[in-house]
C-alpha cells in the first residue's frame, strides 16, 4: 500500500482534493503460449476486472474485449539459518485480450545483438593474439615474473 492518504475534508473552497489509488499494473511475458492477441499484465490485488478495463481503456486508450483475472500465490521457503518459513507477496495476474485484428509483441530491445557479439569475438582474437605474443616473448625467462618484462 502506498502512503497516500487524504483527509476526508480540507479547509478552503473548492476542496483541493486529487484521487490518486494505490493501483499499478505490469506488463509480463507469459510463461506459456499465448495468443497474439492476448497480453498479460501482475496487478495490484485490490484491483477488479473493470479497474483494470477502465485503467487501460481510459488512460492509455487501449481497446480491451475481455479481462481474465487469477490470483497467484506467493512462494514459500525456509530460512536456512533460523528455519522459520517466509512467504512472498500473492500477485494477481490478469490476461487481456484485445481485438481480433489488433496483436502485441515484446519489442526486440537489443537489436544490435548480432553486430556486438562479433566486435567482441574479433576483440577476443585479438586479445588471444596479444596474450600468446607475452607469452613467446617471456618463454626464454622462465625465473622473471611476467610483469617485470617490458
Same mark, same amino acid.
Given at each position: 500500500?502506498?502512503?497516500?492518504?487524504?483527509?476526508?475534508?480540507?479547509?478552503?473552497?473548492?476542496?483541493?482534493?486529487?484521487?490518486?489509488?494505490?493501483?499499478?499494473?505490469?506488463?509480463?511475458?507469459?510463461?506459456?503460449?499465448?495468443?497474439?492477441?492476448?497480453?498479460?499484465?501482475?496487478?495490484?490485488?485490490?484491483?477488479? #476486472?473493470?479497474?483494470?478495463?477502465? *485503467?487501460?481503456?481510459?488512460? *492509455?486508450?487501449?481497446?480491451?474485449?475481455?479481462?481474465?483475472?487469477?490470483?497467484?500465490?506467493?512462494?514459500?521457503?525456509q530460512d536456512p539459518h533460523f528455519?522459520?518459513?517466509?512467504?512472498?507477496?500473492?500477485?494477481?495476474?490478469? *490476461?487481456?485480450?484485445?481485438?481480433?485484428?489488433?496483436?502485441?509483441?515484446?519489442?526486440?530491445?537489443?537489436?544490435?545483438?548480432?553486430?556486438?557479439?562479433?566486435?567482441?569475438?574479433?576483440?577476443?582474437?585479438?586479445?588471444?593474439?596479444?596474450? #600468446?605474443?607475452?607469452?613467446?616473448?617471456? #618463454?626464454?625467462?622462465?625465473?622473471?615474473?611476467?610483469?617485470?618484462?617490458?
Amino acid at each position: 500500500m502506498s502512503t497516500r492518504w487524504y483527509p476526508i475534508y480540507q479547509k478552503g473552497n473548492p476542496q483541493l482534493r486529487v484521487f490518486l489509488p494505490n493501483f499499478w499494473m505490469k506488463i509480463v511475458r507469459p510463461e506459456l503460449e499465448q495468443p497474439r492477441n492476448v497480453v498479460q499484465f501482475n496487478c495490484s490485488l485490490a484491483m477488479t #476486472k473493470h479497474d483494470i478495463r477502465n *485503467y487501460l481503456e481510459k488512460i *492509455y486508450e487501449v481497446p480491451v474485449v475481455d479481462v481474465r483475472t487469477r490470483i497467484e500465490s506467493g512462494k514459500t521457503s525456509q530460512d536456512p539459518h533460523f528455519g522459520f518459513v517466509k512467504k512472498a507477496e500473492d500477485v494477481k495476474i490478469a *490476461y487481456i485480450t484485445l481485438p481480433k485484428e489488433m496483436s502485441f509483441e515484446f519489442p526486440d530491445i537489443f537489436p544490435e545483438d548480432k553486430k556486438k557479439q562479433q566486435k567482441d569475438e574479433k576483440s577476443l582474437d585479438e586479445a588471444k593474439k596479444n596474450h #600468446k605474443k607475452f607469452l613467446d616473448r617471456n #618463454k626464454s625467462r622462465p625465473s622473471v615474473p611476467g610483469w617485470f618484462s617490458i
